[in-house]
């Protein structure tokens, strides 16, 4: 919702709000105070709060509404803190310091208050601007200490251009002993260099933070970060190797690495690496989700690793995941691509009996192996199971078996399904008819017949 939209989420509006609101939006800033006063309203901290969070987008009705109501109500820190917010936002960056000095001289100042000028700052790309703040913080009485100088950090970080100017201020964190980097700190960095892509230097850092701050479970945000730039920037071999020297300290990074890292390495097909971390994670006592195993199993599949991808199926149930029809469709597929017949069967049957059908490609697709497979009769089992539990839609799985009863020449069969298929209103392709023409013509004068008769219904559906 805008910050100043009164009809997004009128439920949420106080209707004391409301008025004011109107006050404000529409009124030009010099009648802005002698409306205000014309309502009779007093204003509450609460309502004072209300206000201010509304009127980001309109600075110098927020200001002259925050004047008005300082005289019947001393404001809260939290107001001020809008209020410098607001300002910074909409880069009015000497009021901005203007209100930070009357904050000072009410003694209201706190470390949340030079938060968000950093924000703003780094906001507008103005990184000196951020980095000299944090300067002259000891000067309004607040402390600079490692919280704010993180504070800063990710202020810089998250923004274009902002992590190198944020290296450069890691290098005067670690020269001070009021402010030297913690953990926290090498965590933002590596994850602003994990956005960047710069795995190269998120290995500097790396190596920066284990001689500063040592191995600690508590830096799983940063283990993370850091392997995930090594994925990202394609060294997968490096980003193994890294895990397994954090294995060795008792140091996993969490879900987030793993699941950022089968992401790419779905995207890579990179089956073997995936493996590798996939093992040493789960191997440790993580347990993945349901889209993490469901993502794992498809990329086994997309590398023909069917065997593998059974046996993630199997451990995915003791892990607390339980398969859905994503799951069972990908090895199903897999099985299908791989012509492999009989496990195809009994998977099928597995599926069903778990509530998971095939989608209506891989029955079909299903059909068509079974046929090519030596075992038709399990397309059929296949067909009639769709046709009792009225699996929509029929059409393509429908022509596979006008085909594969084609390629058996089960004439009989063929004629009495393509019929049926024609009383469902089911579409029969044209291309299916040509390959049903060319069998019945070679069987001679009597299954010819057979065929005029059928394409003549065929010919009447179209014309539905």
Known sequence: MAENDLTASPESTTPTARIICEILFRQSPHQICPALASTGIVPTLDLI???LT?????????????QWAGP??????????????????????DSMWDAIRSMRDQSTLSLSTFSSAFANYASAARFDDAVMTFQVMDKYGVPPRVAAANSLLRAMCTQNGGVSRALEFLETMKG???FGPDGDSFGILLEGLEKEGNSARAKTVF????????????????????????????EIEEAVKFLGVMNKNGCLPGLRFLSNAVDILVKKKSGKNAILVWDIMVGNGLLPNLAMYNAMIGLMCDCNEVDRAFQLLDEMVFNGAFPDSVTYNAIFKCLIKNSRVREAGKFFVEMVKNECLPTHFNFAAAITMFFDGDDPEMGVEIWNFMVENCVEPLDVAANALLLGLCKLDRLSELKRCADDMLDRRISVYESTMARLKSVYYKDGRGAKD???????????????
């Open 49 to 51: 709060l209300e206000v």
């Open 72 to 93: 019947a109500q001393n404001h809260s820190p939290a107001a001020w803190n809008i209020i410098v917010d607001l300002l910074g936002r909409n880069r009015l960056f």
């Open 54 to 66: 509304l009127s980001y987008d309109y600075p110098f009705s927020a200001i002259k509404f925050f």
């Open 176 to 178: 001070s002993e009021e």
């Open 450 to 464: 057979k065929y005029d008769g059928l394409a003549r219904r065929w010919k009447t559906s179209l014309a539905r």
């Open 207 to 234: 190596g920066e933070m284990v001689v500063r701050v040592g191995w600690s479970p508590a830096h799983v945000p940063a283990y993370d970060a850091f392997l995930t730039a090594l994925v990202r920037g394609e």
